[in-house]
């Protein structure tokens, strides 16, 4: 995911690169489950990454335990702190990505604990830049 967030109470919006694999399978599903995963966890989330650009995962050699998502019964980690399954209501082009506006069907909290959570580092520096100014707050 490029850009990814709630626009609503409801609605969350993600941004793909056109380009990226995944985009076909979203257009065609219409349906997601993403999971919040705690920061322990981080090493095994970015292995994953060597996945990006293969068409389908083999989910019997992913290097966690997964358990079927409560609605749509997709893999998510055992360890998920939080799940949100969603369907995809448009999927709008705008230059080099894919934008597409879902809708929560259900979101469960399922343990506490601090979220992983990933800035791009151009965003990072703009951030680090506006807290070192006085007077003013990080973005």
Known sequence: MDLIGPVSPRHFS????????????????????????????????????KNHKRPSVDWARVPFATTPSPLFGFPVPC???????????????????????????QDQHWADGL?????????????LRAASRPGSEAI
Do not use: D, N
């Open 14 to 49: 993600l941004a793909l690169h056109g380009t990226s694999t995944a985009v076909p399978l979203l257009e065609r599903s219409q349906r997601l489950a993403m999971s919040s995963i705690p920061v322990e966890q981080a090493s095994l989330v970015y292995e994953l990454g």
């Open 79 to 105: 360890y998920s702190l939080r799940v949100r399954e969603m369907e995809i209501e448009a999927v709008q082009t705008l230059g080099s990505h894919k934008l597409f506006l879902a809708r929560t069907l």
């Open 115 to 127: 979220q992983l959570f990933f800035v791009h580092g151009v965003y990072q520096a703009r951030r």
